[in-house]
Protein backbone atom coordinates (compact mmCIF):
# COMPACT_ATOMS: atom_id res chain seq x y z
CA UNK A 1 0.00 0.00 0.00
CA UNK A 2 1.05 3.32 -0.81
CA UNK A 3 1.23 6.20 1.86
CA UNK A 4 -0.90 9.28 2.44
CA UNK A 5 0.51 12.03 -0.36
CA UNK A 6 3.56 13.44 1.32
CA UNK A 7 3.57 16.33 0.24
CA UNK A 8 0.33 18.96 1.93
CA UNK A 9 -0.44 22.05 0.57
CA UNK A 10 3.16 23.38 -0.41
CA UNK A 11 3.39 20.93 -3.09
CA UNK A 12 0.15 21.55 -4.43
CA UNK A 13 0.59 25.00 -4.16
CA UNK A 14 4.35 24.64 -5.80
CA UNK A 15 2.70 21.96 -8.65
CA UNK A 16 -0.12 24.90 -9.41
CA UNK A 17 2.71 27.42 -9.81
CA UNK A 18 4.11 25.53 -12.67
CA UNK A 19 1.25 23.93 -14.17
CA UNK A 20 1.77 26.60 -17.06
CA UNK A 21 4.90 24.16 -18.53
CA UNK A 22 3.00 21.29 -17.82
CA UNK A 23 -0.35 21.98 -19.50
CA UNK A 24 1.50 23.82 -22.60
CA UNK A 25 3.28 19.97 -23.19
CA UNK A 26 0.78 17.60 -22.29
CA UNK A 27 -0.23 15.01 -24.52
CA UNK A 28 -4.12 13.86 -23.60
CA UNK A 29 -3.29 10.54 -24.90
CA UNK A 30 -5.89 7.64 -24.59
CA UNK A 31 -6.47 5.32 -21.35
CA UNK A 32 -3.57 2.28 -21.92
CA UNK A 33 -5.70 -1.28 -21.96
CA UNK A 34 -5.10 -3.39 -18.96
CA UNK A 35 -1.49 -5.57 -19.83
CA UNK A 36 -2.66 -6.83 -23.28
CA UNK A 37 -5.73 -8.20 -25.29
CA UNK A 38 -6.89 -11.21 -23.42
CA UNK A 39 -4.85 -14.21 -25.73
CA UNK A 40 -1.26 -13.00 -24.16
CA UNK A 41 -1.09 -11.83 -20.17
CA UNK A 42 2.89 -11.47 -20.59
CA UNK A 43 4.16 -7.97 -19.45
CA UNK A 44 7.90 -7.65 -21.59
CA UNK A 45 9.97 -5.73 -20.42
CA UNK A 46 13.05 -3.39 -21.70
CA UNK A 47 16.26 -3.10 -19.89
CA UNK A 48 17.61 0.04 -20.47
CA UNK A 49 21.16 0.79 -18.35
CA UNK A 50 22.75 -2.28 -17.47
CA UNK A 51 25.15 -1.57 -14.39
CA UNK A 52 24.64 -3.21 -10.75
CA UNK A 53 21.42 -0.73 -10.38
CA UNK A 54 19.58 -1.55 -13.36
CA UNK A 55 20.39 -5.35 -13.37
CA UNK A 56 19.28 -5.26 -9.74
CA UNK A 57 16.07 -3.98 -10.95
CA UNK A 58 15.57 -6.02 -13.48
CA UNK A 59 15.75 -9.28 -11.09
CA UNK A 60 13.29 -7.63 -8.65
CA UNK A 61 10.65 -6.69 -11.84
CA UNK A 62 11.37 -10.67 -12.74
CA UNK A 63 10.53 -11.55 -9.23
CA UNK A 64 7.37 -9.98 -8.96
CA UNK A 65 4.82 -12.28 -6.97
CA UNK A 66 1.77 -10.55 -9.01
CA UNK A 67 0.24 -13.09 -11.02
CA UNK A 68 0.94 -13.62 -14.57
CA UNK A 69 3.82 -13.86 -16.75
CA UNK A 70 6.87 -11.52 -17.22
CA UNK A 71 9.86 -11.31 -19.44
CA UNK A 72 12.96 -9.66 -20.11
CA UNK A 73 12.81 -9.11 -24.29
CA UNK A 74 15.23 -6.23 -24.79
CA UNK A 75 18.10 -4.68 -23.41
CA UNK A 76 20.40 -1.37 -24.22
CA UNK A 77 23.71 0.33 -23.13
CA UNK A 78 26.44 2.07 -24.29
CA UNK A 79 28.93 -0.62 -23.49
CA UNK A 80 28.66 -4.05 -24.69
CA UNK A 81 30.51 -5.53 -21.97
CA UNK A 82 27.84 -4.01 -19.50
CA UNK A 83 25.22 -5.50 -21.51
CA UNK A 84 26.92 -9.25 -21.82
CA UNK A 85 27.63 -8.94 -18.07
CA UNK A 86 23.89 -8.13 -16.84
CA UNK A 87 22.42 -10.73 -19.05
CA UNK A 88 24.67 -13.44 -17.73
CA UNK A 89 24.00 -12.57 -14.13
CA UNK A 90 20.40 -12.37 -14.79
CA UNK A 91 20.52 -15.79 -16.84
CA UNK A 92 21.61 -17.61 -13.46
CA UNK A 93 18.33 -17.00 -11.61
CA UNK A 94 15.63 -15.41 -14.31
CA UNK A 95 16.83 -18.17 -17.33
CA UNK A 96 13.34 -19.31 -17.95
CA UNK A 97 12.06 -15.48 -18.41
CA UNK A 98 15.23 -14.26 -20.55
CA UNK A 99 14.38 -13.69 -23.94
CA UNK A 100 16.64 -11.62 -25.58
CA UNK A 101 18.69 -12.32 -28.46
CA UNK A 102 21.60 -10.66 -29.98
CA UNK A 103 19.45 -8.96 -32.18
CA UNK A 104 17.21 -7.36 -29.12
CA UNK A 105 20.85 -6.26 -27.74
CA UNK A 106 21.39 -2.49 -28.38
CA UNK A 107 24.87 -0.59 -28.29
CA UNK A 108 25.01 3.01 -28.52
CA UNK A 109 22.53 6.39 -27.52
CA UNK A 110 19.75 5.52 -30.01
CA UNK A 111 19.66 2.06 -28.45
CA UNK A 112 16.78 2.84 -25.72
CA UNK A 113 14.69 3.78 -28.80
CA UNK A 114 15.11 0.49 -30.57
CA UNK A 115 14.83 -1.44 -26.84
CA UNK A 116 11.41 0.08 -26.24
CA UNK A 117 10.51 -0.38 -29.78
CA UNK A 118 10.23 -3.81 -29.38
CA UNK A 119 7.65 -3.41 -26.58
CA UNK A 120 3.95 -3.27 -26.58
CA UNK A 121 2.07 -0.34 -25.45
CA UNK A 122 1.20 -1.56 -21.17
CA UNK A 123 4.58 -2.83 -21.64
CA UNK A 124 7.44 -1.70 -18.83
CA UNK A 125 10.21 0.14 -19.66
CA UNK A 126 13.47 0.43 -17.10
CA UNK A 127 15.79 3.45 -16.95
CA UNK A 128 18.90 2.57 -15.26
CA UNK A 129 21.29 5.22 -17.05
CA UNK A 130 23.13 7.82 -15.63
CA UNK A 131 20.09 9.87 -13.94
CA UNK A 132 20.85 13.23 -16.73
CA UNK A 133 18.91 10.55 -19.90
CA UNK A 134 16.28 10.16 -17.74
CA UNK A 135 13.71 13.02 -18.84
CA UNK A 136 14.78 11.99 -22.73
CA UNK A 137 13.86 8.16 -22.12
CA UNK A 138 10.50 9.12 -20.42
CA UNK A 139 9.40 11.56 -23.35
CA UNK A 140 9.86 8.59 -25.60
CA UNK A 141 8.14 5.99 -23.25
CA UNK A 142 5.00 8.57 -23.12
CA UNK A 143 5.52 8.96 -26.97
CA UNK A 144 5.25 4.47 -26.94
CA UNK A 145 2.64 4.33 -25.00
CA UNK A 146 5.04 2.53 -22.06
CA UNK A 147 4.77 1.93 -18.38
CA UNK A 148 8.33 3.46 -16.78
CA UNK A 149 10.09 2.74 -13.91
CA UNK A 150 13.29 4.86 -13.59
CA UNK A 151 16.00 4.89 -11.15
CA UNK A 152 16.88 7.56 -8.94
CA UNK A 153 17.56 10.45 -9.15
CA UNK A 154 15.09 11.63 -11.82
CA UNK A 155 16.63 14.82 -12.47
CA UNK A 156 19.85 16.38 -11.93
CA UNK A 157 19.04 20.36 -12.65
CA UNK A 158 16.22 23.23 -12.76
CA UNK A 159 15.60 22.60 -16.58
CA UNK A 160 15.88 18.60 -16.14
CA UNK A 161 13.03 19.14 -13.32
CA UNK A 162 10.84 21.38 -15.00
CA UNK A 163 11.27 19.01 -18.30
CA UNK A 164 9.94 15.98 -15.41
CA UNK A 165 7.39 17.41 -14.30
CA UNK A 166 5.94 18.45 -17.74
CA UNK A 167 6.18 14.66 -18.77
CA UNK A 168 5.05 13.39 -15.06
CA UNK A 169 1.58 15.28 -16.43
CA UNK A 170 1.69 13.69 -19.73
CA UNK A 171 1.94 10.05 -18.21
CA UNK A 172 -0.98 11.16 -15.47
CA UNK A 173 -3.18 11.72 -18.85
CA UNK A 174 -2.50 8.84 -20.19
CA UNK A 175 -3.12 6.68 -17.78
CA UNK A 176 0.72 5.19 -17.61
CA UNK A 177 2.11 3.68 -14.36
CA UNK A 178 5.24 4.81 -13.86
CA UNK A 179 7.63 3.71 -10.68
CA UNK A 180 10.41 5.39 -9.20
CA UNK A 181 13.80 4.12 -7.43
CA UNK A 182 13.14 5.81 -3.85
CA UNK A 183 12.11 2.56 -2.75
CA UNK A 184 12.32 3.88 1.16
CA UNK A 185 8.96 4.99 0.60
CA UNK A 186 7.43 1.20 0.31
CA UNK A 187 9.04 0.07 3.54
CA UNK A 188 6.92 -1.32 5.56
CA UNK A 189 8.75 -0.44 8.75
CA UNK A 190 8.84 3.30 7.54
CA UNK A 191 5.02 3.01 6.45
CA UNK A 192 4.15 2.38 9.90
CA UNK A 193 6.26 4.95 11.32
CA UNK A 194 5.26 7.58 8.95
CA UNK A 195 1.62 7.08 10.18
CA UNK A 196 2.48 7.33 13.72
CA UNK A 197 4.30 10.56 13.13
CA UNK A 198 1.09 12.03 11.65
CA UNK A 199 -0.80 11.09 14.54
CA UNK A 200 1.47 12.89 16.71
CA UNK A 201 3.65 10.36 18.44
CA UNK A 202 6.40 12.26 18.38
CA UNK A 203 4.62 15.51 18.74
CA UNK A 204 5.13 18.37 16.55
CA UNK A 205 8.00 17.53 14.28
CA UNK A 206 10.36 20.26 14.80
CA UNK A 207 14.15 18.68 13.75
CA UNK A 208 15.34 15.93 11.03
CA UNK A 209 18.74 14.57 10.57
CA UNK A 210 20.23 12.58 7.68
CA UNK A 211 23.93 11.52 7.66
CA UNK A 212 25.42 9.76 4.63
CA UNK A 213 28.96 9.66 5.75
CA UNK A 214 31.54 6.58 4.76
CA UNK A 215 34.59 6.14 2.30
CA UNK A 216 34.84 6.62 -1.38
CA UNK A 217 31.82 4.79 -2.94
CA UNK A 218 31.00 4.31 -6.79
CA UNK A 219 32.93 6.32 -9.33
CA UNK A 220 32.49 9.71 -6.62
CA UNK A 221 36.66 10.04 -7.17
CA UNK A 222 37.84 9.85 -10.83
CA UNK A 223 41.14 10.16 -12.10
CA UNK A 224 42.34 11.44 -15.77
CA UNK A 225 41.11 9.60 -18.70
CA UNK A 226 44.02 7.60 -19.60
CA UNK A 227 42.47 7.88 -23.53
CA UNK A 228 41.83 4.06 -23.32
CA UNK A 229 38.16 5.39 -24.36
CA UNK A 230 36.54 8.28 -25.74
CA UNK A 231 35.79 11.59 -23.55
CA UNK A 232 32.35 11.07 -23.65
CA UNK A 233 32.12 7.12 -22.69
CA UNK A 234 34.76 7.97 -20.33
CA UNK A 235 32.38 10.39 -18.14
CA UNK A 236 29.52 8.25 -19.08
CA UNK A 237 31.51 5.00 -17.33
CA UNK A 238 32.16 7.60 -13.99
CA UNK A 239 29.17 9.32 -13.95
CA UNK A 240 29.08 9.71 -10.05
CA UNK A 241 32.12 12.07 -10.86
CA UNK A 242 29.69 14.29 -13.67
CA UNK A 243 27.34 16.65 -12.63
CA UNK A 244 25.55 16.76 -15.91
CA UNK A 245 25.49 12.85 -15.97
CA UNK A 246 24.47 11.98 -12.21
CA UNK A 247 24.14 15.38 -10.47
CA UNK A 248 27.31 14.07 -8.94
CA UNK A 249 27.48 11.99 -5.72
CA UNK A 250 25.58 14.66 -3.22
CA UNK A 251 22.32 13.92 -5.83
CA UNK A 252 22.83 10.61 -6.04
CA UNK A 253 23.84 9.10 -3.02
CA UNK A 254 21.93 11.78 -0.82
CA UNK A 255 18.42 11.61 -2.18
CA UNK A 256 17.30 8.24 -0.63
CA UNK A 257 17.93 10.12 3.36
CA UNK A 258 16.54 13.58 1.82
CA UNK A 259 13.25 11.91 0.47
CA UNK A 260 12.46 9.85 3.20
CA UNK A 261 13.14 12.63 6.00
CA UNK A 262 10.47 14.82 3.64
CA UNK A 263 8.00 11.87 3.72
CA UNK A 264 7.95 12.60 7.47
CA UNK A 265 7.66 16.12 7.30
CA UNK A 266 5.06 15.48 4.98
CA UNK A 267 6.59 18.60 3.13
CA UNK A 268 9.58 19.57 0.92
CA UNK A 269 12.08 22.55 2.15
CA UNK A 270 11.64 25.69 0.86
CA UNK A 271 15.20 26.55 0.91
CA UNK A 272 18.35 25.84 1.61
CA UNK A 273 21.97 26.76 2.66
CA UNK A 274 25.10 24.93 2.98
CA UNK A 275 28.92 24.36 2.75
CA UNK A 276 31.61 21.79 1.43
CA UNK A 277 34.75 21.05 -0.24
CA UNK A 278 37.81 18.51 -1.84
CA UNK A 279 40.53 17.33 0.42
CA UNK A 280 43.06 14.88 -0.51
CA UNK A 281 42.43 14.86 -3.98
CA UNK A 282 45.43 13.33 -5.62
CA UNK A 283 44.94 12.91 -9.13
CA UNK A 284 41.28 13.23 -8.99
CA UNK A 285 39.82 15.21 -11.94
CA UNK A 286 35.94 14.67 -10.79
CA UNK A 287 33.54 17.85 -10.02
CA UNK A 288 32.25 16.48 -6.33
CA UNK A 289 33.09 17.68 -3.26
CA UNK A 290 33.73 14.78 -0.83
CA UNK A 291 31.83 16.69 2.28
CA UNK A 292 28.67 18.23 2.41
CA UNK A 293 27.18 20.12 5.06
CA UNK A 294 23.13 21.45 4.44
CA UNK A 295 20.51 23.01 6.26
CA UNK A 296 17.22 22.92 4.82
CA UNK A 297 13.90 24.65 5.78
CA UNK A 298 10.42 24.16 5.82
CA UNK A 299 7.82 26.55 5.02
CA UNK A 300 6.84 26.29 9.08
CA UNK A 301 10.54 27.13 10.06
CA UNK A 302 11.37 23.08 10.83
CA UNK A 303 14.65 22.34 9.99
CA UNK A 304 16.82 19.28 8.12
CA UNK A 305 20.07 18.91 8.96
CA UNK A 306 21.75 16.66 6.12
CA UNK A 307 25.93 15.58 6.32
CA UNK A 308 27.32 13.73 3.71
CA UNK A 309 31.13 12.99 3.30
CA UNK A 310 33.12 10.59 1.42
CA UNK A 311 36.59 10.31 3.48
CA UNK A 312 38.29 6.78 4.45
CA UNK A 313 39.10 6.78 7.95
CA UNK A 314 36.20 8.90 9.30
CA UNK A 315 33.92 7.97 11.40
CA UNK A 316 31.02 6.32 9.46
CA UNK A 317 27.05 6.66 9.44
CA UNK A 318 24.50 6.30 7.30
CA UNK A 319 20.91 7.20 9.13
CA UNK A 320 18.09 9.21 9.59
CA UNK A 321 16.36 10.81 12.48
CA UNK A 322 12.86 12.76 13.27
CA UNK A 323 13.24 14.82 16.55
CA UNK A 324 9.39 16.73 17.51
CA UNK A 325 8.08 18.52 21.17
CA UNK A 326 7.67 14.62 22.71
CA UNK A 327 10.51 12.13 21.58
CA UNK A 328 12.39 11.30 18.56
CA UNK A 329 12.20 8.73 15.79
CA UNK A 330 14.59 6.42 14.20
CA UNK A 331 13.82 6.55 10.06
CA UNK A 332 16.65 4.38 9.00
CA UNK A 333 19.27 3.40 11.51
CA UNK A 334 22.15 1.57 8.77
CA UNK A 335 21.90 1.47 5.39
CA UNK A 336 18.68 1.48 3.82
CA UNK A 337 17.09 -1.79 5.12
CA UNK A 338 16.41 -2.97 7.39
CA UNK A 339 15.71 0.70 8.49
CA UNK A 340 14.72 -0.75 12.24
CA UNK A 341 12.59 2.26 12.66
CA UNK A 342 11.59 3.01 16.38
CA UNK A 343 9.92 5.78 18.53
CA UNK A 344 11.74 6.75 21.24
CA UNK A 345 9.99 8.44 24.81
CA UNK A 346 13.23 11.83 24.98
CA UNK A 347 15.81 13.13 22.60
CA UNK A 348 18.69 10.00 22.87
CA UNK A 349 18.28 6.99 21.34
CA UNK A 350 18.06 4.69 24.74
CA UNK A 351 17.02 1.04 24.75
CA UNK A 352 15.33 1.93 27.90
CA UNK A 353 13.04 4.91 26.26
CA UNK A 354 11.42 2.67 23.41
CA UNK A 355 8.04 3.61 22.87
CA UNK A 356 7.52 1.63 19.45
CA UNK A 357 9.58 -0.38 17.62
CA UNK A 358 8.66 -2.11 13.87
CA UNK A 359 10.65 -5.13 15.14
CA UNK A 360 11.31 -7.47 12.02
CA UNK A 361 10.98 -6.46 8.83
CA UNK A 362 10.74 -9.33 5.89
CA UNK A 363 9.52 -7.01 2.99
CA UNK A 364 12.49 -6.00 1.20
CA UNK A 365 11.63 -2.43 -0.12
CA UNK A 366 13.22 -2.99 -3.56
CA UNK A 367 11.08 -6.13 -4.58
CA UNK A 368 7.94 -4.23 -2.84
CA UNK A 369 7.84 -1.28 -5.14
CA UNK A 370 7.89 -3.97 -7.89
CA UNK A 371 5.78 -5.94 -7.23
CA UNK A 372 3.18 -2.91 -6.64
CA UNK A 373 4.05 -1.11 -9.66
CA UNK A 374 3.60 -4.64 -11.81
CA UNK A 375 0.05 -5.13 -9.91
CA UNK A 376 -0.90 -1.69 -10.88
CA UNK A 377 -0.36 -2.70 -14.70
CA UNK A 378 -2.14 -5.29 -14.39
CA UNK A 379 -5.49 -4.06 -12.49
CA UNK A 380 -4.97 -0.81 -13.94
CA UNK A 381 -4.74 1.16 -11.03
CA UNK A 382 -3.73 4.60 -10.44
CA UNK A 383 -0.09 4.48 -9.56
CA UNK A 384 2.40 7.77 -10.72
CA UNK A 385 5.51 8.61 -8.95
CA UNK A 386 6.99 11.17 -11.58
CA UNK A 387 6.10 13.98 -9.76
CA UNK A 388 6.96 13.24 -6.54
CA UNK A 389 10.62 11.68 -7.78
CA UNK A 390 11.29 14.99 -9.88
CA UNK A 391 10.20 16.98 -6.55
CA UNK A 392 12.66 14.87 -4.18
CA UNK A 393 15.22 15.11 -7.00
CA UNK A 394 14.71 19.03 -7.00
CA UNK A 395 15.00 19.28 -3.27
CA UNK A 396 18.27 17.32 -3.77
CA UNK A 397 19.75 19.39 -6.52
CA UNK A 398 18.86 22.41 -4.29
CA UNK A 399 21.26 22.15 -1.02
CA UNK A 400 23.69 20.58 -3.59
CA UNK A 401 23.55 24.17 -5.50
CA UNK A 402 23.63 25.47 -1.97
CA UNK A 403 27.00 23.76 -1.25
CA UNK A 404 28.52 24.83 -4.12
CA UNK A 405 27.55 28.56 -4.36
CA UNK A 406 27.92 29.51 -1.04
CA UNK A 407 24.77 31.16 -1.21
CA UNK A 408 20.98 30.28 0.11
CA UNK A 409 18.80 28.62 -2.61
CA UNK A 410 15.42 28.55 -3.05
CA UNK A 411 13.12 26.34 -4.07
CA UNK A 412 11.76 27.95 -7.01
CA UNK A 413 15.31 29.36 -7.49
CA UNK A 414 16.61 26.13 -8.75
CA UNK A 415 13.83 25.25 -10.31
CA UNK A 416 13.79 27.98 -12.42
CA UNK A 417 17.16 27.53 -12.87
CA UNK A 418 18.88 28.45 -16.53
CA UNK A 419 21.92 26.37 -15.90
CA UNK A 420 21.39 22.95 -17.46
CA UNK A 421 23.98 20.94 -17.17
CA UNK A 422 23.61 19.23 -20.56
CA UNK A 423 21.46 20.69 -22.99
CA UNK A 424 22.05 18.70 -26.11
CA UNK A 425 22.16 15.64 -23.76
CA UNK A 426 19.21 13.89 -26.27
CA UNK A 427 21.57 14.48 -29.27
CA UNK A 428 24.73 12.66 -28.11
CA UNK A 429 26.48 10.24 -30.34
CA UNK A 430 28.90 7.49 -29.80
CA UNK A 431 31.60 9.59 -31.78
CA UNK A 432 30.51 13.44 -30.14
CA UNK A 433 31.83 15.43 -27.76
CA UNK A 434 30.87 15.31 -23.95
CA UNK A 435 29.04 17.86 -22.50
CA UNK A 436 31.52 18.80 -19.94
CA UNK A 437 35.61 19.25 -21.34
CA UNK A 438 38.90 19.33 -19.40
CA UNK A 439 41.34 21.88 -19.84
CA UNK A 440 44.92 21.72 -20.53
CA UNK A 441 46.07 20.84 -17.13
CA UNK A 442 43.04 18.08 -17.84
CA UNK A 443 41.00 19.20 -14.96
CA UNK A 444 37.13 19.66 -15.14
CA UNK A 445 35.63 23.00 -13.69
CA UNK A 446 34.39 22.68 -10.63
CA UNK A 447 32.23 24.53 -8.19
CA UNK A 448 33.74 27.75 -6.17
CA UNK A 449 31.78 28.87 -3.61
CA UNK A 450 31.29 32.62 -3.57
CA UNK A 451 33.17 33.33 -6.95
CA UNK A 452 31.11 31.11 -9.35
CA UNK A 453 27.71 31.88 -7.33
CA UNK A 454 24.92 31.92 -10.02
CA UNK A 455 25.31 28.33 -11.01
CA UNK A 456 27.13 25.35 -9.55
CA UNK A 457 30.61 25.71 -12.06
CA UNK A 458 31.80 27.88 -14.87
Same mark, same amino acid.
Given at each position: M?????Q? =?N?R??????S =???AA?????V????????E?NT?N?????CG?? /???????????? %?S??????A?A @? +??A?????SH?N? !????D? #??? &?? @????????? /????????L??? @???????????R????????????????E??T????? /???????LA?? $?KA????V /?V????R???A??E???R??AG?IG????????????????? *??GP?K??M????? #??????????A????????? &?H?????????D?????A???GG??????NI? #?NF???SV?Y?????? !????E???????????A %???H?????A +?? $?AS????S???????????K?????????????P??K????? &??????? =??Y? *???????? %?? +?? $??????CH???E? !?????L?????F?PN??K??????A???????????????????? #????
Amino acid at each position: MQPADAQG =TNRRDFVKATS =TAAAATALMGVAIPKVHAAEDNTINVALIGCGGR /GTGAASNALSTT %SSGPIKLIAMA @D +VFASKLNASHENL !KKKHDA #QLD &VP @DDRKFIGFD /GYQKAMDCLRPG @DIAIFATPPGFRWVMFDYAIKKNLNVFMEKPTTVDGP /GTRKMLALAEQ $SKAKNLKV /GVGLMCRHCEARQELFKRIRAGEIGDLLTLRCYRMHGPVGSC *ETGPNKGDMSELLY #QIKNFHSFLWASGGAYSDFM &VHNIDECCWMKDAWPVSAIGNGGRHYRGDNID #QNFDHYSVEYTFDDGA !KMFMEGRWIAGCRNEFA %SYAHGTKGMA +VI $SASSHWPSKAAIYKGQIKDKDEVAWSFGKESYNPYQKEWDEL &VAAVRSD =TPYN *EAQRGAMA %SL +VT $SMGRMACHTGQEI !KLDQILNSEHEFAPNIDKLTMTGDAPVKANEKGLYPIPMPGITTK #QEYA
